[in-house]
């Protein structure tokens, strides 16, 4: 789904179709009084729907007009939100932190066991 002012783009260049759509189809239709009937009442509808759609749209826009009262509110929610999603953040880090150490350590015990082992096979063969 696309948002509203993307909506209403789309929208107005439909309309702007169809108006341009509707001069060429009526001068083609030339001296045919059933057809330019058909026609103009296509191109009526579709462009009065179109129009409908518009101020629909346009209608469901926010306002501009906002409270320095409303302002700092949503600032003080947004704040909070950034707060809590900054103390995620620090804790993903220290439990990631907490996880490379534990890497490291195992990392360096399995060396220490290897070089051990080949010491020992080493030691075992020169024998």
Do not use: H
């Amino acid at each position: 789904m696309t948002d509203r002012i993307t909506q209403l783009q789309e929208e107005t260049n439909n309309l702007a179709t169809y108006m341009c759509d509707s001069v060429g189809v009526l001068q083609s239709a030339g001296s045919n009084p059933e057809k330019r009937k058909s026609d103009i009442a296509l191109f009526s509808k579709l462009i009065a729907d179109t129009t409908a759609n518009i101020n629909l749209l346009i209608e469901s826009l926010p306002t501009g007009e906002v409270s320095s009262e409303n302002q700092l509110t949503r600032l003080m929610s947004l704040l909070k939100e950034n707060q809590e999603a900054d103390r995620e953040l620090e804790e993903a880090r220290e439990k990631a932190r907490k996880q490379l150490e534990l890497i490291k350590s195992a990392s360096a015990a399995i060396a220490s066991s290897q070089l051990k082992i080949r010491a020992e096979l080493a030691e075992k063969l020169g024998s």
